[in-house]
């Protein structure tokens, strides 16, 4: 008989929103801050391990699309 594994849980980490704390909504144009919630692929990282608030996850990832398709951020990760 098998036995069974234990999943491996990811620390969730639980601080205060950036944007919250530094009393800004995430805009487009701020291509450095937006980087910092994608990952090396470009995916945009999930509210459970970045500590964004909901409201705020929902404007930065509005955010990362419009300025995805403005070509301020890339779509994939290139092959270089």
Same mark, same amino acid.
């Given at each position: 008989?098998?036995?069974? $594994?234990?999943?491996?849980? @990811?620390?969730?980490?639980?601080?205060?929103?950036?944007?919250?704390?530094?009393?800004?909504?995430?805009?487009?144009?701020?291509?450095?801050?937006?980087? $910092?919630?994608?990952?090396? $692929?470009? @995916?945009?990282?999930?509210?459970?391990?970045?500590?964004?608030?909901?409201?705020?996850?929902?404007?930065?990832? $509005?955010?990362?699309?419009?300025?995805?398709?403005?070509?301020?951020?890339?779509?994939?990760?290139?092959?270089?």
């Amino acid at each position: 008989m098998a036995k069974k $594994r234990k999943k491996i849980r @990811k620390p969730k980490i639980k601080e205060q929103c950036y944007f919250c704390k530094e009393k800004k909504d995430p805009s487009f144009s701020d291509v450095q801050i937006l980087k $910092r919630y994608l990952t090396e $692929r470009n @995916k945009i990282i999930p509210r459970s391990r970045t500590g964004v608030c909901a409201g705020h996850q929902k404007d930065l990832s $509005r955010s990362i699309k419009y300025a995805r398709h403005l070509a301020l951020l890339p779509f994939t990760a290139g092959e270089n």
